[in-house]
């Protein structure tokens, strides 16, 4: 198992740019979640998904869209990229089994926005 | 809101006991997660408490009560390498959401 993994690692862009953020997990999750962590904070957020062709808005989805078309991978998009969205990007997802919950995260994309 | 609050920065000796503790607003609570996470690293798991109690695991425990709105993560025999942040995180069952505490970055000095 790859576990759960994300495209790019790091990426540079200017402001008005466009890009896509992927993530895949080969775990078989139903849940898949985008997180943004900005220097020396939590993570906040952003959306979620509970399952394939599902998403929900969590508590910073201005500026960012998603789609869970396969149930393996879960896209971030932003349409057009602001200095505001430099960042840290995690997705994770979700085993459930039983009571037990376990969330595994990627490595992280870096986003710096010009 | 779901306000969930934990303290900025610790600091503690190695070979020392410390506790970290979480508060959250405890409507639509399911379970709560800990994670660790070291400097430009991804958070890494550590527990997930759903019901009342204390559970053990090695050097690291976790405590939770769910009428309170309280849990803590007690860290036993500190070694250097458990200087990171801790993340406190809570699982929203009316809507699978999982929301962060701001995290809490522990210092161990020798």
């Known amino acids: 198992n790859a576990g759960v993994t994300q495209t790019p690692k790091f990426r540079v862009l200017k402001t008005g740019q466009s890009m896509t953020l992927l993530c895949a997990q080969d775990?078989?999750?139903?849940?898949m979640y985008w997180y943004r962590q900005d220097p020396g904070m939590g993570l906040r957020l952003i959306h979620y998904?509970?399952?394939?062709?599902?998403?929900a808005k969590g508590e910073v989805p201005d500026g960012y869209n998603v789609s869970r078309l396969k149930k393996q991978n879960f896209l971030l998009g932003l349409e057009s990229a602001a200095p505001s969205q430099t960042s840290v990007y995690f997705c994770?997802?979700?085993?459930?089994?039983?009571?037990?919950?376990?969330?595994?995260f990627g490595p992280g994309t870096r986003l710096l926005v010009l | 809101g779901q306000n969930i609050d934990q303290p900025t920065e610790m600091t503690a000796t190695e070979g020392a006991i410390v506790q970290i503790n979480c508060t959250y607003q405890?409507?639509?609570?399911?379970?709560l997660f800990w994670y660790q996470q070291h400097a430009g690293e991804a958070p890494t798991f550590l527990s997930y408490?759903?019901?009342?109690g204390l559970e053990e695991k090695g050097r690291f425990s976790s405590f939770l009560s769910r009428s309170k709105g309280y849990s803590y993560l007690l860290l036993k025999e500190l070694q250097m390498k458990d200087s990171a942040s801790y993340l406190c995180?809570?699982?929203?069952?009316?809507?699978?959401?999982?929301?962060f505490g701001s995290g809490t970055r522990l210092s161990i000095r020798p």
């Open positions: 994770a997802s979700i085993s459930r089994q039983g009571y037990q919950e376990t969330q595994y």
């Open positions: 775990m078989n999750h139903e849940y």
């Open positions: 998904s509970v399952g394939e062709g599902t998403t």
């Open positions: 405890t409507s639509g609570f399911n379970g």
């Open positions: 408490n759903v019901l009342d």
């Open positions: 995180a809570v699982l929203y069952s009316s809507a699978s959401k999982i929301i």
